[in-house]
């Protein structure tokens, strides 16, 4: 077994954090489109329910994500951030 360092630099947690950011941004796009495939609520009444469900859970782990990214950034940079926004700890199921 890999006996990989739990305490990973910075810079390497910072960029896992932003390719998980990018991976995120485009499933949220990619249900987005999914009308351009012909996938419609009227068609598919149940998957359109839950994939919406899904981009909305993605949004919001999309959210926090950038919130974790401006802890090691300025907090005043692209994400839209101020000082008194609180990292909120999600956990995953």
Same mark, same amino acid.
């Given at each position: ?19 998980? *950011? @990018?991976?995120?941004?485009?499933? +949220? ?17 149940? *998957?359109?329910?839950?994939?919406? @469900? +899904? ?14 990214i401006a ?14 926004? @609180?990292?909120e700890v999600?956990?995953?199921?």
């Amino acid at each position: 077994m890999n006996n990989l360092p739990y305490d990973l630099p910075k810079d390497n947690r910072l960029t896992r954090m932003r390719k998980r *950011l @990018q991976g995120l941004q485009r499933v +949220a796009a990619a249900i987005n489109d999914l009308y351009i495939y012909g996938v419609y609520p009227s068609n598919y009444p149940n *998957l359109t329910t839950v994939l919406e @469900q +899904a981009k909305d859970h993605t949004k919001h782990i999309i959210k926090e994500t950038k919130k974790e990214i401006a802890l090691f950034d300025d907090p005043m940079d692209q994400y839209d951030l101020t000082e008194q926004d @609180q990292l909120e700890v999600i956990q995953d199921d």
